[in-house]
Every structure is written in C-alpha cells, then in structure tokens.
T-cell receptor
Framework: AQSVTQLGSHVSVSEGALVLLRCNYS??????LFWYVQYPNQGLQLLLK??????LVKGINGFEAEFKKSETSFHLTKPSAHMSDAAEYFC?????????????FGKGTRLSVIA | EPEVTQTPSHQVTQMGQEVILRCVPI?????FYWYRQILGQKVEFLVS????????KSEIFDDQFSVERPDGSNFTLKIRSTKLEDSAMYFC?????????FGPGTRLLVL
C-alpha cells in the first residue's frame, strides 16, 4: 500500500525567495515519485520524476527534488520563486517496476507568490 | 509533443442522466487511467485499463461507472445515472510505462 503526505495545504513565499514544498511517502515497494503542477483551470503537468539512479532530480521551470530514502521524503524546491509559479502542486507515488500501478496523490499544496 | 486530449472540457447534466467523457490517449501508450478531483480535494484514482480490460479499480468505481476503448484511439468513461456527488474534474491519463501524462480534464457539473 502507498500513501503521500504533503505538509502544508498552502505555502506563501515572496518573489525571489526559496520555494520548499514538502512531501513524505509511504510505500511497501521501491517507489516511483512524481511532482505535478496544476495551474488554475488546467490539467496536471509533470514537473519531475524519480525512478532510479541519481537522487536529485531536476525538472522543468527550475524546480528540483531530492529523494531521501532514509527520510521517506521527496521535497520540491526552487531557489527563486517567480510570480508564474503560483499554482497547486501535487506529489504522487507509484510502485517501481509496476507499469500499471496507478498513482496515489497527496492532497496538494497551493503555492502563492507575493510581489 | 504528443498529448492526451479530452472532450468535452465542460459538461453540465441533470441528476440521473448518463454522461460519456471522452479521451484520446497518446498513441503508443498501452496503459490508460481515469482519475477525478472533487473541487478542493485531492486527485483520486478511479480505474486503470490495459489490454482491453480493467486491470484495477478503486472503491469509487462502482456499477454506475464503466470504461471502454471502442476503437484504436478513444478511451471513454461512462456514468450511467449521475449523482450530485459525481460533480468533479475528471482526468484521463496514459503511460507506457513511464510517468503518466494527463489530459486537461473534463469539468462535470451535476445539477
């Protein structure tokens, strides 16, 4: 069984400040981990993913995330927030080597960027 | 870049009516999914489909729901008798076997 916990339903940062969105997962098998972004009235866009290999993964729009097995975490960061980063962010997990395993999503974190 | 498409983008229906939501997955993908997102809540898995049959479904996916791949390109979700609580954004996704790619969603409103 798998689950995802996203700490903080709403995070607010100033433009240019560090963005840190927290994600912890639970998985009985080695996980695939994902971050998706949802802009208002739009679908889910893949930001980045971790499967195997390097634990620091880089995604689009300057975001990156680090897989820490010992902490069962996959926090999303961006060094400098931009106004266009305001959106809802979802962390998700599925089972490694389980091509058909559906994703389990966290409840999402709404990121606000203040000018 | 290939993308998943969904139609319609919005649908309003009366309680008890049947609705069909349509999706065109990415052409070389083999795994297909439907998820839903009730307003303000998290994205929830409904059903997965592989090799022309349901491979997994959640407890949400009861007898009112059905899925079909009527031809080589479309993937549909049918809700036979809609309820108020079916109002949500419905996302289609496909994968093979990397990360799922999601469509833009269909916003369903049941009155």
């Amino acid at each position: 069984a798998q689950s995802v916990t996203q700490l903080g339903s709403h995070v607010s940062v100033s433009e240019g400040a560090l963005v840190l969105l927290r994600c912890n997962y639970s998985s009985s098998v080695p996980p695939y981990l994902f971050w998706y972004v949802q802009y208002p009235n739009q679908g889910l866009q893949l930001l980045l993913k971790y499967t195997t290999g390097a634990t620091l993964v880089k995604g689009i729009n300057g975001f990156e995330a680090e897989f820490k097995k010992s902490e069962t975490s996959f926090h999303l960061t961006k060094p400098s927030a931009h106004m266009s980063d305001a959106a809802e962010y979802f962390c998700a997990v599925s089972g490694l080597n389980s091509g058909n395993t559906p994703l389990v999503f966290g409840k999402g974190t709404r990121l606000s960027v203040i000018a | 870049e290939p993308e998943v498409t969904q139609t319609p983008s919005h649908q309003v229906t009366q309680m008890g009516q049947e609705v069909i939501l349509r999706c065109v997955p990415i052409s070389n993908h083999l795994y297909f999914y439907w998820y839903r997102q009730i307003l303000g809540q998290k994205v929830e898995f409904l059903v997965s489909f592989y090799n022309n049959e349901i491979s997994e479904k959640s407890e949400i996916f009861d007898d009112q729901f059905s899925v079909e791949r009527p031809d080589g390109s479309n993937f549909t979700l049918k809700i036979r008798s809609t309820k108020l609580e079916d109002s949500a954004m419905y996302f289609c996704a496909s994968r093979d076997p990397g990360p799922p790619y999601f469509g833009p969603g269909t916003r369903l409103l049941v009155l």
